[in-house]
């Protein structure tokens, strides 16, 4: 299915979305990789409000590169997740209802999304100038000493992305892998 | 002797820095577009057709193909009868990849740290540098950035001797089957044997360098590379990882003499957007 999600999310809306549904986000959304979520779970373990109000909100996992003059941002495409993996849990049960990345989940991830009803969106890893043209505007709110590594907001309009993992667990990796690896078993010794 | 200012160094690494991370070489682009024909999966083509775009903005738009423009591996080869003047050849390559990431505006991305700090440099340097002395008086220079969710990917092992060809093999594919989507595929794969640890590493890293459409002149390693190219793309990752029969664009291979008691293995997988740009001063 293709649908068109508006962020931060109504959450009604995420029980609909199931792995292999193609979607387009419109609204807001925020950056955040390594080093953000290392802050982050410091500022929770101390009891600190986070940068930004996270309830049903998705975090997209990028580091952009800088913009040129008279552009909203560089290439903007998308990091490996599993590197959030350690921090992830703790904020999808603090109300985050989406990821945005490329690459494998921790089981850990997957239980915490199956029981607070969040949903893992993959981009186009390596397409960072043509995801670029789907950002409209972006302001640095948190961490700015992080460089490429700080908090954004972004506004987005017609984002491309896959519905990788949905709430029930269900992965699109799995599936699609499992579908093209029994097709020709010729020869194939190693797997 | 021949004598080269630093000047003319700094200046072409600030150039191959900005060169490599806009324009996709064309052995890459060629074997994306052979990709749309031989794709199974009508996902996958629509993927690989989005990538091929997205390179195509870069190169217009003086954009970085990737954000993530990499750690800046520069391999130089050096002519004996070549004298560097006015300065640190070394410090010149840094201050080169601090003009071409900086004007470039490409992203900074290393720590000045691996453990502690991991406090970013802010300048992208400092940069891996390879030296090599050759014969002639030329000096040889290759700016290969290289991202770190493929780089993240590789994998080294010191296999015995008896396990021969087949564990080179399996090796290889486990590597690159345990990567999955995280590498960004369509992959090329970097493979060195032999050697020794360090050098099995290097000639994987070399390995990237030869265009993907370039077999190894020896034949039996040119098998080699065939057969590991058709294994690999039976795995089923596909492009993106979301399930297709085109999860490798290239395997090229590299070896060397190693230990009578040794086999050394590396896989050095990189993803579509391997960069690498050269210049002759």
Known sequence: ?191 | MRTVNINEIIEAVERLCQESNYNLNDDIKNGLKKGVQTEMSENGKEILEQIIENAEIARKERMAICQDTGMAVVFLEIGQDVHITGGSLTDAINEGVRRGYDKGYLRKSVVNDPVFERINTKDNTPAVIHYNIVDGDKIKITVAPKGFGSENMSGLKMLTPSEGIEGVKRFIIETVDKAGPNPCPPIIVGVGIGGTMEKAALLAKKALLRPIDERNSEPRIRELELELLESINRLGIGPAGLGGRVTALGVNVEVFPTHIAGLPVAVNISCHVTRHSEAVI
């Open chain 1, 1 to 191: 299915m293709k649908y068109t999600l508006e962020a931060p999310f109504d959450e009604e809306k995420i029980k609909m979305l199931k792995a292999g549904d193609t979607v387009t986000i419109n609204g807001t959304i925020y950056t955040a990789r390594d080093a953000a979520h290392k802050k982050m779970i410091s500022l929770i373990n101390e009891g600190k409000p986070l940068p930004f109000d996270i309830k049903n909100q998705i975090i997209y996992y990028v580091g952009p590169c800088p913009a040129r003059p008279g552009e909203v941002i560089g290439s903007a495409g998308p990091t490996t997740s599993s590197r959030m993996d350690a921090y992830a849990p703790k904020l999808i049960e603090l109300g985050l209802k989406g990821m945005i990345g490329k690459g494998l989940r921790s089981k850990e991830v997957v239980d915490a999304m199956k029981k607070y009803n969040a949903v893992y969106f993959g981009a186009i890893g390596g397409a960072g100038a043509l995801i670029a043209r789907s950002i409209v505007a972006q302001e640095v709110i948190a961490f700015p000493e992080l460089g490429t590594e700080a908090i954004r907001k972004l506004t987005v309009k017609d984002f491309p992305a896959v519905v990788i993992i949905d709430s029930n667990g269900d992965d699109l990796y799995h599936v699609g892998k499992d579908k093209y690896r029994n097709a020709d078993r010729v020869n194939c010794t190693y797997v």
